[in-house]
């Protein structure tokens, strides 16, 4: 299921990023940032405003601070650049803002905010912040681990054992990130990140047993809050008719809001064991990251052989 999150408000930024509101006059609750991208005014204080985005979080540093001190009509120039549509300016490194310019953000309903950060750090982590927080998102139906830290997606049918499956792994030393529903984020065009649902965060839920507690059941060292996905493995009912890759030559994908991911399609019968698998999915991941391939490796053994037969003959 595709969410559209949209937007971000502000009282979430202010909270987040710990910034002081040097307008406590404005109403923050019907503003909002849509895009992740920043913006540090320079040729808009001077009044070019060709092309200016104003959409985005304005930051203002030592240099715009001190470029508009050295201005004689600098404080006019602040108040008519608050008029633009902008959403917010963040005040870095605790600069002291005059209250003329106070005022007039409070007049046209333009929250200030402010910082001890430095200007480069701040927007280093506002902007990876954002970027998450406004990145297209979906949920699936699945349970999301991390083995080896490798982000394991365990999909399949309800009552498959995907849950069972990531209890095994827990127990084995792994760790728990969502178990029932995934939020997935498109963070970058190569990045999936995967969260669990705040409200069933660390829970799993077990059938005939219940409701349990990852957490408190096996400390806070057997759950995460969140993991990039870097393989699904999808478990199915065995068919006893269908032709199941055995080699693992050539890569199989499933697409999530753009990004392809490895999928491996796992046939399910009594009698094999699961969490092995999954974790041995896990370190054939990261084994073929670092650019070894046990498949091809026996696939290019086997073809020696038969040439080196042929020259014998």
């Not at 710990?18 to 808009?44: C, F, H, Y």
């Amino acid at each position: 299921m595709l969410n559209d999150t949209g937007k971000v408000p502000i009282r979430q930024v202010i909270e987040k990023m710990k910034l002081e509101n040097l307008t406590p006059g404005v109403n923050i609750d019907d503003i909002s940032l849509t895009m992740p991208d920043i913006n540090r005014p320079a040729v808009q204080l001077t009044g070019f405003m060709q092309d200016f985005d104003s959409a985005r979080m304005q930051i203002i540093g030592n240099v715009e601070k001190s470029y508009l001190s050295s201005q004689p009509d600098g404080i006019e120039r602040m108040k008519k650049f608050l008029s633009s549509g902008i959403p917010c300016v963040v005040y870095c490194r605790g600069i002291e803002v005059e209250q003329e310019i106070i005022d007039e953000a409070t007049r046209v309903g333009v929250p200030l905010l402010r910082t001890n950060n430095t200007t480069s750090a701040f927007m280093a982590e506002v902007i990876k912040w954002l970027n998450v927080e406004l990145a297209p998102s979906m949920t699936i139906h699945g349970v999301l681990v991390d083995v080896y830290g490798e982000g394991l997606l365990i999909t399949g049918e309800s009552g498959i054992g995907k849950s069972e499956a990531a209890l095994e792994l827990i127990k084995r030393g792994h760790r728990l990130v969502s178990d029932d529903v995934v939020e997935i984020r498109k963070v970058s065009d190569d990045t999936l990140i995967g969260t669990s649902p705040e409200m069933t965060r660390h829970f799993i839920e077990l059938r005939g047993i219940g409701i349990i507690d990852v957490k408190t059941l096996f400390g806070v060292e057997s759950v995460k809050n969140t993991q990039q996905i870097d393989l699904v493995i999808n478990l199915e009912e065995w068919d006893r008719e269908k032709e199941y890759d055995r080699m693992g030559i050539e890569e199989h994908y499933i697409n999530y809001l753009g990004n392809n991911i490895v999928c491996h399609n796992i046939p399910i019968r009594p009698g094999r064991n699961l969490a092995i698998i999954c974790e041995s999915a896990a370190i054939n991941c990261r084994q073929k990251k670092m650019g070894y391939n046990a498949a091809l490796e026996l696939y290019n053994r086997a073809i020696a052989n038969i040439n080196k037969g042929k020259e014998e003959v």
